[in-house]
Every structure is written in structure tokens, then in C-alpha cells.
T-cell receptor
Framework: NAGVTQTPKFQVLKTGQSMTLQCAQD?????MYWYRQDPGMGLRLIYY???????DKGEVPNGYNVSRLNKREFSLRLESAAPSQTSVYFC?????????????FGQGTRLTVV | AQSVTQLDSQVPVFEEAPVELRCNYS??????LFWYVQYPNQGLQLLLK??????LVKGINGFEAEFNKSQTSFHLRKPSVHISDTAEYFC???????????????FGKGTKLSVKP
């Protein structure tokens, strides 16, 4: 099984450029998440989607938008990239029922904004 | 609001020594608790989880953790570490209140475990 697939793996953007990070899961999970990881800060939740058709802000949503395209796909968009958005981005998904809430993670997207 | 505090940012230890990585959480509702491991340049992998029942939870690679509700802690332990355990470890908490912040999984800042020969 592929699990959680993120594309691209690496990206360099110029300040002001836009891009969309793609995420897809093949585990029929209800919930999907976007995190950013910065040194010494752990993983901070940007947005999450508890189910298809719903999205909610996490701890650090400013500068980002998301789309839950269908049950499988959850994309993260940077409309106007800034150097402060240089980070490693992780997508995750979980089944979220009363017996199993384990989150599965993608391999990450390393984004550099210059 | 939920929060997770990992008390040590770095823990150096010699091979075959025991180790404890500390985690405290705060939440206004009952919680699920998790420990994840991240090896260099990789995603996160689940080590173990507490959902309910026995407060002592065993996970992969010989790790275990104990849920202590009165101290709001979920410390991770291993009796004898190996070089291959060198990684960053993250504690995470999720609400059990499905009507509220469903699916909101919050992480601590991580503890880097460095195992030396």
C-alpha cells in the first residue's frame, strides 16, 4: 500500500510565488491534516479536515489555504510565498473512530522560499 | 485548549543504558495519547498509543509508556537503548470529544535522543 503520498518532495520558490502541495491517501481515512515542522518547534498544525467537505484552522493557518477535494485528497496552497514559510510540510491521515485514531504520515515536502 | 510539553529537547545516553523521555499534556477533556518517532529525513512513525484501559502501553522496538492521569503525564521508557534508537521522538495528544475538535492532533516540540557507543 502507498499509504500517504505527498508531492513534490522538494521545492524552491521565490518570494511572492504561489504553489500547491498535494496529498493523497489510499486508506479510506476520514481525517486529514497538514503540519509544518521547524527546528525546535515540533510539528504545528496548519489545517485539518475531519471529514470530506469540512476543513478547520489549526495553530498556524495564516498564509495558507486548503482544499479537501474528495475523501482521498487534501491540498495545501501558498498564495504568496514568504521566507517564513520555509519549512518541511507533512500531510497525515487518520481513520478517527473510537477504536483507532493512529495518524499515518507522508514523507514530507521540503520547501525553501528565497 | 490542548497542549503538550516535552520537558527535554535533547537526551544523550550511552548504548544499553535505560532512557526516559518525558511528556506532560493539558486538556479539558479526556484524551488519546501517542508517541511517534522520526528518523532523519523521514516522516513520523507511530511507536505506541494510549486510548483506554491499561495505563501501561507497550509499543514497537521495546518502548513502553505509562499514562498517569493525576500527573497528566505520558512518559516514554526503554530499559536498554541501541544506537539505532537515535532519532527524534514526539509526544502527541488528541481529544476524545468527538463533538468538538474532532481529529485535532497536537504535538509536542520533540526530544532528540542521541545514543552513544
Amino acid at each position: 500500500n502507498a499509504g500517504v503520498t505527498q508531492t513534490p518532495k522538494f521545492q524552491v520558490l521565490k518570494t511572492g510565488q504561489s504553489m500547491t502541495l498535494q496529498c493523497a491517501q489510499d486508506m479510506n481515512h476520514n481525517s486529514m491534516y497538514w503540519y509544518r515542522q521547524d527546528p525546535g518547534m515540533g510539528l504545528r498544525l496548519i489545517y485539518y479536515s475531519a471529514s470530506e467537505g469540512t476543513t478547520d484552522k489549526g495553530e498556524v493557518p495564516n498564509g495558507y489555504n486548503v482544499s479537501r477535494l474528495n475523501k482521498r485528497e487534501f491540498s495545501l496552497r501558498l498564495e504568496s510565498a514568504a521566507p517564513s514559510q520555509t519549512s518541511v510540510y507533512f500531510c497525515a491521515s487518520s481513520k478517527w473512530d473510537r477504536r483507532n485514531t493512529e495518524a499515518f504520515f507522508g514523507q514530507g515536502t521540503r520547501l525553501t522560499v528565497v | 485548549a490542548q497542549s503538550v510539553t516535552q520537558l527535554d529537547s535533547q537526551v544523550p545516553v550511552f548504548e544499553e543504558a535505560p532512557v526516559e523521555l518525558r511528556c506532560n499534556y493539558s486538556s479539558s477533556v479526556s484524551v488519546y495519547l501517542f508517541w511517534y518517532v522520526q528518523y532523519p529525513n523521514q516522516g513520523l512513525q507511530l511507536l505506541l498509543k494510549y486510548l483506554s484501559g491499561s495505563t501501561l502501553v507497550k509499543g514497537i522496538n521495546g518502548f513502553e509508556a505509562e499514562f498517569n492521569k493525576s500527573q497528566t503525564s505520558f512518559h516514554l521508557r526503554k530499559p536498554s537503548v541501541h544506537i539505532s534508537d537515535t532519532a527524534e521522538y514526539f509526544c502527541a495528544v488528541s481529544d476524545r470529544d468527538y463533538g468538538g475538535s474532532q481529529g485535532n492532533l497536537i504535538f509536542g516540540k520533540g526530544t532528540k535522543l542521541s545514543v552513544k557507543p
